[in-house]
């Protein structure tokens, strides 16, 4: 029987722009966003939303949108999600353990989002639309996968959910 995979992308919350002497991976999540992270936190809880492992930006806005999911899982802050491309985000899948079944990755577009097109072959055709126009912040993606994290690959994800903070 063959296993199936849990993946969740989270684009970051809506970050500040206050402080124009602050550079882009210093920046904090906006009130707006920090509201969005909150929204967010009471949908994991209500959907019993739990990775086994969390990969987190190690960008300001990043940290702060998974620290507000108070989540109990394993987290591995990494300066390479930071500003990585689809390709280097699949890489870092593909090395995950498969004694892991469920993975969230908080980052940011445009990787994120082009990984979860990417990767979506199958799903509400609604959903699947709402995916490919584009990712907003706030917004987490649930796809499932059969097979072992290394074998990765395109169109091969069902699009379970599209989780839109501003529409909680």
Same mark, same amino acid.
Request: charged content about 20%.
């Given at each position: 029987? #063959?296993?199936?995979?849990?993946?969740?992308?989270?684009?970051?919350?809506?970050?500040?722009?206050?402080?124009?002497?602050?550079?882009?991976?210093?920046?904090?999540?906006?009130?707006?966003?920090?509201?969005?992270?909150?929204?967010?936190?009471?949908?994991?809880?209500?959907?019993?939303?739990?990775?086994?492992?969390?990969?987190?930006?190690?960008?300001?806005?990043?940290?702060?949108?998974?620290?507000?999911?108070?989540?109990?899982?394993?987290?591995?802050?990494?300066?390479?999600?930071?500003?990585?491309?689809?390709?280097?985000?699949?890489?870092?899948?593909?090395?995950?353990?498969?004694?892991?079944?469920? #993975?969230?990755?908080?980052?940011?577009?445009?990787?994120?989002?082009?990984?979860? #097109?990417?990767?979506?072959?199958?799903?509400?055709?609604?959903?699947?639309?709402?995916?490919?126009?584009?990712?907003?912040?706030?917004?987490?993606?649930?796809?499932?996968?059969?097979?072992?994290?290394?074998?990765?690959?395109?169109?091969?994800?069902?699009?379970?959910?599209?989780?839109?903070?501003?529409?909680?």
């Amino acid at each position: 029987m #063959v296993a199936v995979r849990s993946l969740y992308l989270l684009r970051h919350a809506k970050s500040s722009w206050d402080d124009p002497g602050l550079g882009d991976h210093a920046r904090p999540l906006s009130p707006r966003g920090e509201g969005a992270a909150r929204d967010l936190a009471a949908y994991f809880h209500r959907e019993a939303v739990e990775p086994a492992l969390v990969l987190c930006s190690s960008a300001v806005r990043a940290r702060q949108t998974l620290q507000a999911l108070c989540l109990g899982s394993e987290v591995c802050y990494e300066d390479d999600l930071y500003g990585a491309s689809a390709a280097e985000l699949l890489a870092r899948l593909r090395r995950i353990s498969d004694e892991i079944g469920s #993975v969230m990755v908080v980052g940011h577009n445009p990787g994120l989002h082009e990984l979860a #097109v990417s990767f979506s072959g199958k799903g509400d055709a609604v959903l699947m639309a709402r995916l490919r126009d584009k990712l907003p912040t706030g917004t987490l993606v649930q796809l499932a996968f059969p097979g072992p994290w290394a074998s990765l690959a395109e169109r091969q994800a069902t699009l379970e959910a599209l989780v839109m903070a501003r529409q909680l």
